[in-house]
Structure formats: structure tokens, C-alpha cells
């Protein structure tokens, strides 16, 4: 009797300490944010019915750019995505859709086959699928990748390109407020059919973090998880899917520049749920609001790195910042960004108002920054040299954008092409840093804010 008590006890007080996890988790994880909200209701099947003509069918919801779809009702059985429609002309060309989970330079071999997607109709689903086979439903919203594991191992690629810029400002679109209102439930699983979850880290574990700081419990699945359930020949029926195909987004027309027209109705603040949610992950709310601060410089230096400034101007640069901030009201903040732990920096960023730094990864950090009309990225190249890349992230965001050439800058919508030169990559990048100083102290100081 004393050892039944004792165990009784003792699961009483394991219990406790469960719930008291799931508050503490739930705390930091609070999406309040009015696009946002988490929505737990529970797994439940499909009420499917094979012989009576009520095969729910697949709708194409929102499909604004090649290789970014949103569908709902997608079928996907022994190892091939079923569209399953009465009207195949509402659906996209199948190769803006997906491929065959090839790299890219593979480009014939990876225009998608019928083993990757087929479109079919209702009848011919009742006689593929049969009449006695009970599906799977994944209920709630799924987002899906499908592609090769080339560039899903790399952070940039990943969590702007894909996560943020891809599967999560499509999914905030108000082209999809008819479907889920104004607000959004939270994604329930991400599935990358062709890649392990070893080939979708970076080297800094990033991807998963972020991931796990923006969407707490979400299932990962991989390529070793959709084989098992593509081998088992089960029919699994996906309620809401965000399908992302790096291949497919390269077959359109380029729209990273600020002169081509935007074809996606964009949410405003669409990123703000996430941003909030990262960052507090690392800091609580109630820290947040007893912080005031003076407007943050933060310089990523990459001097430690392969690509960085020339020693003489990166020392001239932090001089001048330094100087800077005794003339204006502003803090600096030099940061070597791999001397620092993922919550140091989250904290170090959200709290940044201008970004500086050579191109590279650490200007990923915007991500984390508030827009306002002074948030600013200044991203320093080799003179003559440019990509796209952090400028149309800061302008998705909300923060202005300079590039600078050694004393020139440059903004939208006047950019410069795309242009990898000899150098760009090198330990012998040139700046001015008088002229960097002199362009954020025309940022801080604006009249017109």
C-alpha cells in the first residue's frame, strides 16, 4: 500500500511538472500577434466517402509566382502527388508547381514526370485510389519543399528564402483571407520529400533553431519519413499545403528588382509574428518593454572571415562610427557574430536600428531588426559588384537599403545589375568609412520620420 502511495505521488508530481513545462513553452511561444493564432484542434479523419461521388477535390488557392502554390485538399500516394480536379485548366502549368527533386543544373531531367505529379479527376481518383482504402488526413496547414538538398543546407537560402520569403509571406497573403480570414492557423509540419535532416542543416544549426524559435512544436519530416509513408502504400490527403520548388521558381520571370511589379498581394507587417515570436524566445515580453535605448549601429565585422574589408579600412570604419556616436545621440556595436551564441545575437539584432556589414550571412540578422523609418542595411561590396540578395530582403522587410562601393552609395530603385566581380569574394574589400558616417548620420538624423 506504502509503494502503490508512493508511486502515486511521485506520478502526481511528474505530471505537474509536465504541465508546468507546457505553460513555461506555451509563454514563450505566445503568437497574441492578430495575424497569428494558434489554433489546436485535433487530428481527425477525413470523412472520405469512395462510392458516393464526394471525393473532396484539390483547389489551387493561391499560385502568384512559379514553384510557390497553395492547395488545398492535395493527394499524395505511392510515392506520387495526385491534383485531383474537375476543372484542370484552374490549375497551374504542372512544371510551375514542382520537380523532380533534382539540382538545378539537371534541368531537363528534372521537368516533373507523372511519378513526381499527376492531375487526375474525381473518377479516375475512385478507381486509383479504391473504394475500400481509408486515407490519412494531415489536418491543418502543411508547408512542403521539394527540393534537391543543394542550397536547403544553407541559412540564407533557407530561412529567408524559403521560410520567410517563400512559404510564410505567401501564407500571410490576404489573397488567402477568404480561405482562413484574417488571421492564420499555425503551420503544422514541414516536409522535405528529398532531403535528410542531416543535409537540411547549416553548419551553425540555425535552420533548426530558427524553426523551433518561430514555430515551437512543429514536425519536421524527411525524406526518410515520406518514403515510409509513400512505401506503405497509404493515401495521405493533405488539408492545406504551401508547396515550395526552388526548381520551379527559376522556369519564371526574375522579380527581385525594384522596377519589375510584385505579382503576390503582400500582408503589411507580414513578418511581424515570427520576428516577435524569435525574439521572444530569447527574451521575454515584459523584459522588451523596460528596454529604452538609444538608436543601435551594429557593424558585423568578417575580419575572422574569407571575405572581409582591407585591416587599414575596417579599422578607419569603427573609428569613424565611434566618432559618430559622440556627435549624435547612438550606440555601437562591433560584432564578430561567430564569437557570439544564437541568443546574444538575436538580442544584439532585434534591438539594431542600422545594420552594417560586407556581404555574407551576417546580414541575415535583419531579419530580427523592427522596421521603421530609420531601420537601415548598409551591406559593403567590392566596387562594381552586387547581388540581390540582402537588398531584396531589406526592402521585403521594411528597412531601407544602401550599397556602398568603397565612397558611393547605392539605393533602390536605382540599383546597379547583378554583377559577381574579381574581388567580391576577397580579404581586400575597400571602404570609406568617413562616407559611412556620414550616411547613417543622415539616416538618425532625418526630419521627415
Known amino acids: 500500500m506504502v509503494v502503490a502511495v508512493r508511486g502515486f505521488r511521485i506520478f502526481v508530481f511528474l505530471f505537474s511538472l509536465l504541465i508546468l ?13 492578430a495575424l497569428l493564432s494558434l489554433v489546436n484542434s485535433s487530428e481527425t479523419s477525413l470523412p472520405l466517402a469512395w462510392n458516393d461521388n464526394t471525393i ?14 497553395v492547395f488545398e485538399n492535395l493527394y499524395a500516394y505511392n510515392g506520387t502527388i ?19 527533386g533534382l539540382a538545378l543544373e539537371f534541368k531537363q531531367e528534372n521537368e516533373p514526370t507523372d511519378q513526381t505529379l499527376q492531375i487526375i479527376t474525381p473518377a479516375e481518383a475512385r478507381l486509383l485510389f479504391g473504394p475500400a482504402l481509408a486515407p490519412n488526413f494531415l489536418a491543418g496547414v502543411s508547408f512542403m519543399q521539394t527540393d534537391a538538398p543543394q542550397f536547403l543546407g544553407h541559412m540564407y537560402h533557407f530561412v529567408v528564402e524559403i521560410f520567410a520569403l517563400g512559404h510564410w509571406r505567401h501564407f500571410t497573403s490576404p489573397d488567402l483571407d477568404t480561405t482562413f480570414g484574417s488571421t492564420r492557423p499555425y503551420p503544422r509540419r514541414y516536409i522535405f520529400p528529398y532531403a535528410s535532416h542531416e543535409q537540411w542543416q547549416d553548419h551553425a544549426g540555425m535552420n533548426l533553431w530558427t524553426i523551433r524559435a518561430a514555430l515551437g512544436p512543429i514536425a519536421l519530416e524527411f525524406k526518410d519519413e515520406w518514403k515510409t509513408w509513400m512505401d506503405s502504400e497509404q493515401l495521405l490527403v493533405m488539408e492545406h499545403v504551401v ?4 526548381a520551379a521558381w527559376h522556369r519564371g520571370s526574375f522579380w527581385k528588382s525594384p522596377k519589375e511589379e510584385f505579382p503576390l498581394v503582400v500582408r503589411d507587417r507580414w513578418w511581424d509574428p515570427i520576428r516577435n515570436s524569435v525574439t521572444a524566445f530569447v527574451e521575454p515580453a515584459d523584459v522588451q518593454a523596460n528596454i529604452t535605448q538609444k538608436p543601435l549601429i551594429t557593424y558585423v565585422s568578417r575580419q575572422n572571415s574569407r571575405r572581409r574589408l582591407k585591416t587599414k579600412d575596417h579599422n578607419t570604419l569603427v573609428s569613424e562610427l565611434e566618432l559618430l556616436c559622440q556627435i549624435i545621440e547612438c550606440e555601437l556595436q562591433v560584432a564578430t557574430m561567430e564569437e557570439l551564441d544564437t541568443t546574444e545575437q538575436i538580442l544584439l539584432l532585434s534591438k539594431t536600428t542600422v545594420l552594417v556589414g560586407v556581404h555574407g550571412n551576417g546580414l541575415l540578422g535583419q531579419l530580427w531588426m523592427e522596421p521603421t523609418p530609420r531601420s537601415t542595411v548598409i551591406e559593403i561590396f567590392h566596387p562594381d559588384g552586387f547581388t540581390y540578395d540582402y537588398e531584396y530582403t531589406a526592402r521585403s522587410l521594411g528597412h531601407k537599403y544602401y550599397g556602398i562601393w568603397k565612397d558611393k552609395y547605392f539605393t533602390a530603385p536605382d540599383l546597379p545589375p547583378q554583377n559577381v566581380v574579381d574581388g567580391f569574394h576577397g580579404a581586400s574589400i575597400p571602404v570609406n568609412g568617413t562616407s559611412v558616417a556620414s550616411l547613417i548620420h543622415q539616416r538618425l538624423t532625418m526630419k521627415s520620420l
Do not use: W
Request: charged letters at 30%.
Open 21 to 33: 513545462g507546457f505553460y513555461l513553452f506555451s509563454k514563450k511561444h505566445d503568437h497574441s500577434d
Open 56 to 69: 473532396p477535390e484539390t483547389k489551387a488557392l493561391l499560385h502568384k509566382l512559379p514553384g510557390l502554390t
Open 82 to 100: 495526385y491534383i485531383v480536379t474537375s476543372e484542370p485548366d484552374s490549375i497551374p502549368e504542372k512544371r510551375m508547381i514542382i520537380s523532380n
Open 243 to 246: 508547396l515550395g520548388d526552388r
